[in-house]
């Protein structure tokens, strides 16, 4: 198993455009997570799913934000109107159900110019 | 879930063991006590997790005082890899849902 893979690593976009972040989780795992982390702070959770479900998502996550994971596989990040202070590393966690332990990918960083 | 306090840095000689301290005062009986760590420009890495018991891996060993109130990661030989952010979380349950990281302890192994 390779671990939790983010694509792309970095990606610097200009405020007001669209961006989109792909996660793939470890196989067979069904809950899959996403957390934003900016400079000099802990990683921030912002929405989970269980299989294709949303089951949870913080307030972190304005309207602008949206997340799918359509066939309870891989999953997607899209923040629409980007504006600068969305600028920070999106990581990408995965777990098998009940599990305690959670894996992470190793994030997009994203910059907004 | 219980709010942890944690020092903000702490400085390790190569090969000492480590012994990071974790405050958690409020936590409640069905709370867990999780640390993980985070290398720079990496994700985080599960390190270990515990209840009422010590517990152990290859990683490292998790002592958490009787009256739960406190608890301290040992890395028992510390390396230059280990340097890292390590963050003790408090929550019920297993899963990654709603963890709340905090700032961490920047540990830093010095040669």
């Known amino acids: 198993d390779t671990g939790v893979s983010q694509d792309p690593r970095h990606k610097i976009t200009k405020r007001g455009q669209n961006v989109t972040f792909r996660c793939d989780p470890i196989?067979?795992?069904?809950?899959l997570y996403w957390y934003r982390q900016t400079l000099g702070q802990g990683p921030e959770f912002l929405t989970y799913?269980?299989?294709?479900?949303?089951?949870?998502k913080s307030r972190l996550l304005s309207d602008r934000f949206s997340a799918e994971r359509p066939k309870g596989s891989f999953s997607t990040l899209e923040i629409q109107r980007t504006e600068q202070g969305d600028s920070a590393m999106y990581l990408c966690?995965?777990?098998?159900?009940?599990?305690?332990?959670?894996?992470f990918g190793q994030g997009t960083r994203l910059t907004v110019v | 879930d219980a709010k942890t306090t944690q020092p903000t840095s702490m400085d390790c000689a190569e090969g000492r063991a480590a012994n990071l301290p974790c405050n958690h005062s409020?936590?409640?009986?069905?709370?867990?006590v999780y640390w993980y760590r985070q290398i720079h420009s990496q994700g985080p890495q599960y390190i270990i997790h515990g209840l009422k018991n010590n517990e152990t891996n290859e990683m490292a060993s998790l002592i958490i005082t009787e009256d739960r109130k406190s608890s301290t990661l040992i890395l028992p030989h510390a390396t230059l890899r280990d340097t890292a952010v390590y963050y003790c979380?408090?929550?019920?349950?297993?899963?990654?849902?709603?963890?709340?990281f905090g700032k961490g302890t920047h540990l830093i192994i010095q040669p």
């Open positions: 799913f269980q299989n294709e479900a949303q089951l949870e």
């Open positions: 966690a995965s777990s098998l159900y009940l599990n305690t332990e959670a894996f």
């Open positions: 979380i408090v929550r019920s349950g297993g899963g990654a849902d709603g963890l709340t």
């Open positions: 409020t936590i409640s009986g069905n709370e867990y």
């Open positions: 196989s067979e795992h069904n809950r």
